[in-house]
């Protein structure tokens, strides 16, 4: 059965960030993962985690006004230095979080930029941060996301990605493959999760529509969860998505696809 982390930005959200922790190891979660650390100082999430008694495994690079939708600024050539900035706090807290892997958002292609400027500024900043992070033996992970939810996201295919990956060249930078998006925008999720194995380090997980609970729309989850196991993924499987139920305890209340789809998946194929 596949190792499911919870992400503390989607899930337990009734609760105050540094109260999500606990919440999700009494849960049943062994890891979690969240978007952004960084507007708690970071040995209060440090002693969260420890408290807790969960593993962190991953969070995100600064992705610019984010209450303002900005998504990312990895591919804005004008903000280049506000990455590095951006980069070096990021390492600041994951040397204090023990952080094993940080994602980069792409951003949304700004206005009236070329695609082309875009792209080498997106590959330089990919560069620089996997070689930064690769010294002190942290991943850098990137990741495609659809242009339904995200309008304009630059990265938001599969392929394109990879072709991003290679011609940055580095042996620290992977992909993090996000089913719903991949869902989205492409399909053929087995076929792609088999192909590129040993360039995804990690995966995410909602339902479509919705992005609610897996179980909840048209992904088949009893049979990629079995799939991620015949193919020999040893990742952690990020729970990203929206509990159907927005209320207190709805969380937990929607936590039953835990049992359904890994223990007992012939209930769900039936």
């Excluded at 949304?108 to 080498?120: K, S």
């Excluded at 930064?132 to 991943?139: A, D, E, Q, W, Y």
Aim: net charge negative; with cysteine; hydrophobic share 40%.
């Amino acid at each position: 059965m596949p190792r499911f982390s919870a992400n503390l930005s989607m899930l337990f959200t009734e609760l105050p960030f540094l109260d999500r922790f606990d919440s999700a190891a009494r849960a049943g979660f062994e890891a979690v993962e969240f978007l952004f650390p960084y507007d708690h100082p970071a040995e209060e999430v440090a002693k969260a985690i420890k408290d807790s008694g969960v593993r962190l495994v991953l969070h995100n690079l600064p992705a610019g006004q984010w209450a303002a939708g900005e998504r990312g600024i990895a591919c804005h050539p004008d903000r280049v230095q506000e990455f590095c900035e951006g980069l070096n706090q990021a390492l600041d807290y994951a040397r204090v979080l023990g952080t094993p892997q940080i994602n980069c958002l792409a951003g949304i292609l700004p206005a009236g930029v070329d695609p082309t400027l875009a792209r080498a500024t997106l590959v330089s900043n990919l560069r620089h941060a996997s070689a930064i992070l690769g010294r002190k033996s942290v991943r850098l992970l990137m990741e495609p996301i659809n242009t339904y939810d995200i309008p304009g996201f630059f990265v938001n295919r599969t392929a394109q990605a990879l072709q991003i990956m290679d011609e940055v060249a580095s042996d620290n930078l992977f992909l993090q493959y996000d089913i719903y998006h991949a869902q989205r925008m492409e399909g053929e999720l087995s076929a792609t999760l088999q192909k590129h194995l040993a360039r995804i380090a990690h995966v995410q997980i909602a339902d479509t529509p919705g992005r609610h609970e897996p179980g909840t729309g048209e992904i088949h989850y009893a049979n990629i969860f079995q799939w991620l196991d015949k193919i020999g993924y040893s990742g952690w499987v990020g729970c990203e998505y929206k509990p159907r139920n927005a209320g207190p305890g709805g969380t937990e209340a929607g936590l039953d696809w835990l049992q359904t789809l890994t223990v007992n998946p012939q209930a769900y194929a039936a």
